[in-house]
């Protein structure tokens, strides 16, 4: 878990060419997972497991509180519903680079982060080597809480917005 009020920036446009950003969707939980290009193997185990999260999440009221984004080309399997795969302003690797900032971990894994609503980053999973029923109980938790009250510095940023 993290408890991170300030998430790194990220926008971009879905496969339907419409503009995401993460700081307009702060009344949704956001689930990010980046899946660039040669990631190989590990994404790819990383975007199977998330599959598997997004279906229990779908089976529940969960499903729309909840959206999954995925950074880099579309793929099979996923319920369009609450899933976007996103290309982004700046490039990939950018991108990745700024969110791998925020672990105290120094590994290669792909990782998924968890916006709160209001924009908290809430939580970094790295890799593929954790229970899907993991992930899914983590976001319930997030589900039933209710949303942050924006600090001071919160409020100070939103004028600039």
């Given amino acids: 878990p993290t408890d991170l009020r300030r998430t790194p920036r990220l926008r971009g446009t879905d496969a339907d060419g419409v503009a995401l ?31 598997e999260v997004q279906a229990g999440v779908n089976v529940t009221p969960m499903r729309e509180m909840v959206t999954f984004l995925t950074v880099g080309p579309a793929a099979e399997g996923w319920d369009s519903t609450n899933w976007h795969a996103i290309s982004i302003e700046g490039g990939i690797p950018e991108a990745v680079d700024r969110f791998a900032a925020l672990s105290e971990r120094d590994s290669a894994a792909p990782m998924i982060h968890v916006i709160d609503r209001g924009g908290r980053h809430a939580a970094i999973f790295h890799g593929a080597d954790f229970s899907h029923v993991n992930l899914t109980l983590y976001i319930n938790d997030l589900t039933n809480a209710p949303p942050p009250e924006p600090g001071i510095l919160d409020r100070i940023f939103e004028v600039f917005r």
């Fill in 21 to 51: 950003r993460l700081d307009a969707m702060q009344d949704r939980i956001i689930v990010v997972s980046f899946a660039p290009e040669g990631c190989g193997a590990p994404c790819e185990a990383q975007q199977a497991l998330l599959r």
